[in-house]
């Protein structure tokens, strides 16, 4: 590797090793924050809260790792710049394209990471993260139940209040369930209650000795039951289609000619070259006069990323809704930013022809 390569890919990879941790420490930050404080709510279990935020931030790397990069290599040569450095050697002959050189070879693996990361790693983070999130929201987990309290599942409106819950064993004592629903509401006492099947696609829950009340919202055949020992069954836990496609490999994805799944089989596959694209396009955004500050740049390069993750996730909704054709559907915006970058390359090597001619 020549000298001004190595030196650019060392002063881009510095700030992109801060850069990159600082994102992750503010994205973990906020997501710890949002799951704690459903923790705190009785709304989720405590002890899945630090495994859902490690899935959360391998989620959020596809869009991490090229923020970090794009932003490292503005700042590092645009000190360089700020310092005249590139301006010395410019004027010793260098050619412009060496700089490209050097990134493009401090971005191919990066760009390639990422690509392996969002065909393999998202998918199978965000089949994870859900599948925790989920059970434990329900009442197959009653490690997020306080005792005393009235315990409130928002999605499908039961609520659960226990005078006693033993969490090592998964028993309820003193046990009101309320089960509302479009025609009737069901009430449950009982001494004790307990999961006696955890299938998540047939829950039952099992209770001793109580009454259970069945009271129609219409009609007077309300009933009461006593009994001594009764079983119901829950709702399963339920999937979304959108969940089954961001969890779904891209193998499956490539096999459904669905357009939701093509739009989301295009959003992984063009990850990775946009990365590149984008730390390529970073080289000219990054330019600014001697001594006008390093950080002279930020405000346009900060718009022209929001134009770049904007326009991809609108060309996502787009096909997946029939409103863009697939070919070249999400890949329209990285075909946009290569040409746009060869633009820029060309422009830059005809004004270096002019002040040498």
Not at 87 to 110: C, F, N
Not at 292 to 306: K, M
Not at 315 to 320: G, M, N, P, R, T
């Amino acid at each position: 590797m020549l000298l001004i390569e190595r030196y650019v890919i060392t002063e881009a990879r510095r700030p992109l090793l801060v850069m990159l941790g600082i994102l992750v420490f503010i994205f973990a930050a906020y997501s710890a924050e949002r799951y704690l404080a459903e923790a705190a709510n009785g709304t989720l279990a405590l002890r899945v809260v630090f495994d859902i935020v490690v899935y959360k931030v391998l989620i959020a790397l596809e869009v991490l790792i090229p923020v970090a990069l794009y932003v490292s290599v503005v700042l590092s040569l645009g000190r360089l710049y700020h310092d005249s450095e590139i301006t010395a050697v410019a004027a010793a002959g260098m050619s412009p394209l060496r700089i490209y050189k050097a990134v493009a070879m401090l971005a191919l693996p990066i760009a390639v990471g990422v690509a392996a990361l969002s065909l393999y790693g998202r998918p199978w983070a965000y089949a994870n993260a859900y599948r925790l999130e989920q059970e434990s929201k329900s009442e197959l987990d009653v490690h997020h139940l306080l005792a005393g309290r009235f315990n409130l599942n928002a999605a499908n409106g039961r609520m659960i209040l226990a005078e006693r819950i033993d969490h090592q064993s998964g028993r309820l004592q003193d046990v009101l369930i309320f089960d509302g629903g479009e025609r009737k509401t069901r009430l449950y006492r009982s001494q004790e209650a307990w999961i006696a099947d955890p299938d998540p696609y047939d829950p039952v829950v099992e209770m001793t000795h109580g009454t259970a009340y069945s009271l129609q919202h219409s009609g007077i055949q309300d009933k009461r039951i006593l009994f001594k020992r009764m079983n119901i069954h829950l709702d399963p836990l339920e999937t979304t289609a959108e969940f089954r496609r961001k969890a779904a490999p891209w193998q499956e994805l490539a096999a459904s000619p669905a357009l939701p799944e093509r739009a989301e089989l295009q959003w992984r596959e063009s990850r990775g070259v946009s990365a590149f694209i984008l730390a390529l396009l970073a080289i000219p955004l990054s330019r600014t006069a001697p001594r006008r500050g390093r950080f002279a740049t930020l405000l346009p390069v900060t718009a022209v990323y929001a134009v770049i993750f904007y326009a991809g996730d609108i060309c996502k909704s787009l096909v997946a809704n029939g409103s863009l054709p697939a070919t070249p559907g999400l890949w329209l915006v990285p075909l946009a930013m290569g040409l746009v970058l060869i633009g820029l390359i060309v422009r830059e090597r005809a004004i270096v022809r002019v002040k040498a001619a």
